[in-house]
């Protein structure tokens, strides 16, 4: 029996990113999604303003709090979002990318419209597996 490719992203993206939190995610989604746009050596400041002036949405509660870890649906959102961002379908709602109706969480967005989260959510572990990345250490 074949198993789905899609079953294996929920074995691999389980619960919460030991070392990375909401800085981590803001720094890694805009310089992976967005790096034609966001410098290379912006600051987690700079990343954070760039996505939320677009739509993908940071609290500064969640960016401040260095023990909430990222969730796989945290990483799906800021992935779904940003997909939604170029191809030009996003709406927004109370300033952020608002979730498309035909989904019922971010994951299942992604799963629907064949965005593959694991390899993403692999880089994204293995650069902040030993801590958080440069640019949220020199933050706080």
Do not use: H
């Not at 979002?81 to 990318?97: I, P, W």
């Amino acid at each position: 029996m074949k198993i789905p490719g899609q079953f294996f992203l929920f074995l691999t993206i389980a619960g919460v990113a030991q070392a990375a939190v909401f800085g981590d995610l803001a720094v890694f989604a805009a310089k992976t999604y967005f790096r034609g746009y966001v410098a290379q050596d912006a600051s987690m400041e700079q990343c954070v303003v760039f996505l939320n002036k677009r739509g993908v949405c940071f609290s500064l509660l969640d960016l401040m709090n260095s023990s909430k870890g990222v969730t796989r649906e945290d990483f799906a959102r800021a992935t779904g979002q940003s997909k939604l961002l170029f191809l030009g379908c996003a709406e927004l709602e109370n300033g952020c990318v608002k979730k498309p109706l035909e989904a019922e969480s971010w994951v299942d967005y992604c799963l629907l419209n064949d965005i593959d989260l694991k390899p993403l959510w692999n880089r994204f572990t293995q650069r902040t597996a030993e801590g958080s990345l440069p640019e949220v250490n020199f933050f706080f």
